[in-house]
């Protein structure tokens, strides 16, 4: 079963930034397609951002557009999520999810159920 790990969040300024990372071991991430999504309490789960594991297409929530930006790392055999221009709204558990069944050339982030593996979240906090 592939373990998926996130890492990067912490407290920050708003208007400030971090850089997201989810790594797993035993596998390679660049098979997958991989998927951001963030949860605050008393909400529900949402789709942030996700890259296809063919061609590497990426997707953005509109909230999100033109501030975040996921690529993968293949070096390191991680995908990040770059949060720029963060705001207090944007304060969230933040977990990667993998789909290793994705067959078409553009990711998703309609259906959770679509994802296999999930990692067990980081805190993103946007506060002053």
């Known amino acids: 079963q592939m373990q998926l790990e996130e890492s990067g969040g912490g407290l920050v300024q708003p208007g400030g930034s971090l850089t997201l990372s989810c790594t797993t071991f035993?596998?390679?991430?660049?098979?997958?397609?991989i998927g951001w999504f963030r949860q605050a309490p008393g909400k529900e789960r949402e789709g942030v951002s996700c890259i296809s594991n063919y061609g590497n297409v990426t997707d953005y929530a509109d909230s999100v557009k033109g501030r975040f930006t996921i690529s993968r790392d293949s070096a390191k055999n991680a995908v990040n999520l770059h949060l720029n221009g963060l705001q207090p709204e944007d304060t969230a558990i933040y977990y990667c999810?993998?789909?290793?069944?994705?067959?078409?050339?553009?990711?998703?982030?309609?259906?959770?159920?679509?994802?296999?593996?999930w990692g067990q979240g980081t805190q993103v906090t946007v506060s002053s």
């Open positions: 035993g596998f390679t991430l660049d098979y997958y397609a």
């Open positions: 999810a993998a789909d290793i069944y994705a067959a078409r050339p553009m990711c998703h982030l309609i259906d959770l159920s679509e994802y296999d593996f």
